[in-house]
């Protein structure tokens, strides 16, 4: 059976002092969930966020990183860094970085090769606009993504991706896919990565939802057969709330 994994995504929000605030009332509320508890936090944020999670069962990613070791990348943060400061898990090629910032399938495939080669779980997001929605063109626009994010790695690699599934249209729009569309569309990318890894590697991956999920949805959209767990954005930032999502499957 495959671990719920459920992430928080903070985006460009919290101070440190907010940060520390945020995980001492967060920790105790999810101290005895089974399901995996993340917080990807701005780069500010990693180190006191990483020393504040020590005694508890959260782990810390970031939001982004460069595919490069070392170099004249001004304002960027490689793998490495990341890494040497105990950091698990990194979002990549996150629909906000696709639109405002130029990633491309290239780029991610990039990334998502580097953070692995580092022993960081990549969290990589794939999904469709609302125009491409409305063509039909869903199954095709997140099938080439996936494949193309996860091209030459190999299926030992493809096991230790998480997939993050977050339809563009539903994303901080308070418009979520409905359970059984968003389980369809994670049985297509499944399917895609068995295609290319087989069945084994396939049944492996976690695959989660993302796209205003909040305490509401989440066990209707995290129990499905496919959907195991979600990238949480806005209702991330509230630490009850954030809980009640994380404990979904209590009560
Ligand atoms: P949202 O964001 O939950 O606020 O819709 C999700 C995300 O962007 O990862």
Not at 5 to 34: C, H, R, Y
Not at 155 to 183: C, F, L, M, R
Not at 231 to 241: D, N, Q, R, W
């Amino acid at each position: 059976m495959r671990k719920k994994v459920i992430a928080g995504n903070w985006k460009m929000n919290m101070l440190p002092n907010e940060a520390i605030n945020f995980i001492n009332e967060f920790a105790p509320l999810v101290k005895d969930t089974n399901n995996e508890v993340i917080l990807c936090v701005p780069y500010t944020d990693l180190f006191y966020a990483l020393l504040h999670v020590q005694e508890t069962n959260i782990k810390i990613g970031a939001q982004n990183m460069h595919w490069e070791t070392t170099g004249a990348y001004t304002g960027e943060i490689s793998a490495e860094m990341l890494k040497s400061i105990n950091v698990d898990y990194v979002i990549i090629g996150h629909s906000e970085r696709r639109q405002y910032f130029a990633e491309t399938d290239e780029t991610v495939n990039k990334k998502v090769k580097k953070a692995l080669a580092v022993g960081l779980k990549p969290i990589v997001c794939v999904g469709e606009t609302l125009q491409e929605k409305e063509e039909g063109k869903t199954a095709n626009v997140i099938t080439t993504q996936t494949k193309l994010a996860l091209e030459g790695l190999s299926p030992e690699n493809v096991k230790n991706t998480i997939i993050a599934y977050e339809p563009i249209w539903a994303i901080g729009t308070g418009k979520t896919a409905t359970a059984q569309d968003a389980n369809e569309s994670i049985k297509t990318i499944r399917k895609e990565i068995e295609e290319n890894y087989g069945k084994d590697v396939a049944e492996c991956v976690i695959i989660q939802y993302g796209g205003s999920v909040k305490s509401t949805n989440a066990k209707e959209l995290f129990t499905t057969s496919d959907i195991d767990g979600g990238l949480v954005g806005g209702a991330s930032l509230k630490p009850e709330e954030f809980a009640k999502i994380v404990n979904f499957d209590k009560e």
